[in-house]
């Protein structure tokens, strides 16, 4: 009943043959000699064809070659330059004057160089270690295709214009019917299946069913419940409230204002901040020049304004009327028409006429009852002491007989009354009990194996 805490694994396997003696092995009959059922399913061998493959495939089929012919190499023009010089003057060089500008001095610090009397190496060390090789260069392998233009004329004619021939387009006939309104010269028949064929029925006198007088009984009504038979009140008191009393804490001192904070907190001088007077300004000397080198250079040009590119509209007036008829217009003319009656059925039952009188079946029949309130039969709460000792005796403790509990062989690293005997490839130790079991043909002692599983 122990579960192996092994997985199955082969771990411990010390060469020994494994313990083959099981419950399934020992109880399972066993039968003649059959073997196992064939299985039926087809082996994964790769079949060859022995039939000889044929090279014509569809594209082979059905594909003609054509013969291609290239196109012909259109010679580029050779460019003839213009006759005559080009001025290279523009409006920037005639109007700039060059002034003398001078060099504008740095800001930055100067550098300070951190320098030594030694003479410094500049070979880096990959010019060092690198050598330079020797290496021929390859050959090109590329084979050069000199261009050879055609001799012959380039036909323009394509297979759609050999192949097409120009026909005449005939318009097919439009079968259509002309979308005019037809009018019928005979006079509308109002008369409908439902009119021709309901027939008036005269209804029947509706039932009516007679009302059963109320009669109440002679008995008196029973109104003693289980709870007020079953249940008995105690006398008691009520529980006391433990909730303390809301005392105010009043005192009749009278109050001086002083508190605190009035006492340790004393105010101290404190010296105002000093304010950070504001500089005069002080207009420089001398008259301002407000001429710029833009003023001084700039030359005003007269231009005349844009013309526009906009054609000039050709629109033609008439004062002629709008004709605003169209063929929607005189095609779809508006029709007189009325909008039908409902047809309503006639009602077979007259409307009541007269005064309604709202005296209802409830109200003619209630006969009013004077009402007692029931009594109340419950008992006061009250709990009666009993001096009588509680009795707490069970079953379970007259019946209980307590019983030694037994530690599990299988807990022990080493359990007490056995020795080791080997160990499975599942991890399964087998002991051998050292107690002696006699049998009733032999005296000898037979040994017991008993696995323990650890």
Same mark, same amino acid.
């Given at each position: 009943?122990?579960?192996?805490?092994?997985?199955?694994?082969?771990?411990?396997?010390?060469?020994?043959?494994?313990?083959?003696?099981?419950?399934?092995?020992?109880?399972?009959?066993?039968?003649?000699?059959?073997?196992? /059922?064939? &299985?039926?399913?087809?082996?994964?061998?790769?079949?060859?064809?022995?039939?000889?493959?044929?090279?014509?495939?569809?594209?082979?089929?059905?594909?003609?070659?054509?013969?291609?012919?290239?196109?012909?190499?259109?010679?580029?023009?050779?460019?003839?330059?213009?006759?005559?010089?080009?001025?290279?003057?523009?409006?920037?060089?005639?109007?700039?004057?060059?002034?003398?500008?001078?060099?504008?001095?740095?800001?930055?610090?100067?550098?300070?160089?951190?320098?030594?009397?030694?003479?410094?190496?500049?070979?880096? =060390?990959?010019?060092?270690?690198?050598?330079?090789?020797?290496?021929?260069?390859?050959?090109?392998?590329?084979?050069? +295709?000199?261009?050879?233009?055609?001799?012959?004329?380039?036909?323009?004619?394509? =297979?759609?214009?050999?192949?097409?021939?120009?026909?005449?387009?005939?318009?097919?006939?439009?079968?259509?019917?002309?979308?005019?309104?037809?009018?019928?010269?005979?006079?509308?028949?109002?008369?409908?299946?439902?009119?021709?064929?309901?027939?008036?029925?005269?209804?029947?006198?509706?039932?009516?069913? &007679?009302?059963?007088?109320?009669?109440?009984?002679?008995?008196?009504?029973?109104?003693?419940?289980?709870?007020?038979?079953?249940?008995?009140?105690?006398?008691?008191?009520?529980?006391?409230?433990?909730?303390?009393?809301?005392?105010?804490?009043?005192?009749?001192?009278?109050?001086?204002?002083?508190?605190?904070?009035?006492?340790?907190?004393?105010?101290?001088?404190?010296?105002?901040?000093?304010?950070?007077?504001?500089?005069?300004?002080?207009?420089?000397?001398?008259?301002?020049?407000?001429?710029?080198?833009?003023?001084?250079?700039?030359?005003? +040009?007269?231009?005349?304004?844009?013309?526009?590119?906009?054609?000039?509209?050709?629109?033609?007036?008439?004062?002629?009327?709008?004709?605003?008829?169209?063929?929607?217009?005189?095609?779809?003319?508006?029709?007189?028409?009325?909008?039908?009656?409902?047809?309503?059925?006639?009602?077979?039952?007259?409307?009541?006429?007269?005064?309604?009188?709202?005296?209802?079946?409830?109200?003619?029949?209630?006969?009013?009852?004077?009402?007692?309130?029931?009594?109340?039969?419950?008992?006061?709460?009250?709990?009666? /002491?009993? &001096?009588?000792?509680?009795?707490?005796?069970?079953?379970?403790?007259?019946?209980?007989?307590?019983?030694?509990?037994?530690?599990?062989?299988?807990?022990?690293?080493? /359990?007490?009354?056995?020795?080791?005997?080997?160990?499975?490839? +599942?991890?399964?130790?087998?002991?051998?009990?050292?107690?002696?079991?006699?049998?009733?043909?032999?005296?000898?002692?037979?040994?017991?194996?008993?696995?323990?599983?650890?």
């Amino acid at each position: 009943r122990h579960r192996c805490r092994h997985k199955p694994t082969r771990i411990y396997d010390n060469g020994q043959q494994p313990c083959l003696t099981t419950e399934y092995v020992e109880k399972y009959p066993k039968y003649s000699n059959i073997s196992p /059922p064939r &299985s039926l399913k087809p082996k994964q061998e790769y079949q060859v064809h022995r039939g000889k493959m044929e090279g014509i495939t569809t594209f082979k089929s059905d594909y003609l070659p054509y013969d291609i012919v290239k196109r012909p190499f259109r010679v580029q023009e050779e460019h003839k330059p213009k006759i005559g010089k080009i001025e290279l003057g523009t409006t920037y060089q005639k109007d700039y004057n060059a002034h003398k500008i001078q060099p504008v001095t740095l800001v930055r610090p100067l550098e300070r160089k951190h320098t030594t009397g030694r003479k410094l190496d500049t070979i880096p =060390t990959y010019q060092d270690d690198y050598r330079l090789w020797e290496v021929q260069r390859r050959e090109s392998s590329k084979v050069e +295709h000199i261009y050879h233009p055609p001799t012959e004329k380039f036909g323009n004619s394509t =297979t759609f214009q050999d192949d097409f021939v120009p026909r005449e387009l005939n318009p097919r006939q439009s079968f259509k019917p002309p979308c005019v309104a037809k009018l019928s010269d005979v006079p509308f028949d109002s008369t409908t299946s439902h009119r021709t064929s309901y027939i008036a029925h005269q209804l029947e006198p509706k039932f009516v069913r &007679s009302k059963e007088e109320y009669k109440p009984s002679n008995q008196p009504f029973e109104d003693l419940t289980t709870h007020r038979n079953d249940f008995k009140g105690l006398p008691g008191q009520l529980a006391k409230s433990c909730k303390p009393e809301n005392a105010k804490v009043q005192s009749n001192a009278y109050f001086n204002g002083v508190t605190e904070f009035q006492d340790r907190f004393q105010p101290w001088l404190v010296s105002l901040p000093d304010v950070r007077k504001t500089k005069e300004y002080i207009p420089p000397p001398g008259n301002m020049d407000f001429n710029s080198t833009s003023r001084l250079d700039y030359v005003k +040009h007269e231009i005349s304004p844009a013309v526009p590119i906009r054609p000039v509209s050709n629109g033609r007036r008439t004062n002629a009327p709008f004709q605003g008829n169209t063929t929607t217009k005189e095609d779809f003319k508006a029709w007189g028409s009325c909008r039908q009656e409902i047809t309503k059925k006639q009602q077979e039952i007259p409307k009541p006429t007269g005064k309604f009188y709202d005296l209802t079946t409830f109200k003619s029949h209630y006969i009013p009852h004077q009402i007692i309130p029931a009594q109340s039969f419950k008992p006061v709460h009250a709990i009666v /002491p009993n &001096s009588a000792p509680f009795q707490d005796e069970t079953m379970y403790r007259t019946e209980y007989t307590p019983k030694k509990q037994e530690t599990c062989p299988a807990n022990y690293p080493s /359990p007490l009354g056995y020795v080791y005997v080997n160990t499975d490839s +599942h991890g399964h130790k087998f002991f051998r009990q050292l107690t002696p079991e006699f049998s009733e043909s032999n005296s000898n002692p037979i040994p017991k194996e008993v696995a323990v599983l650890s």
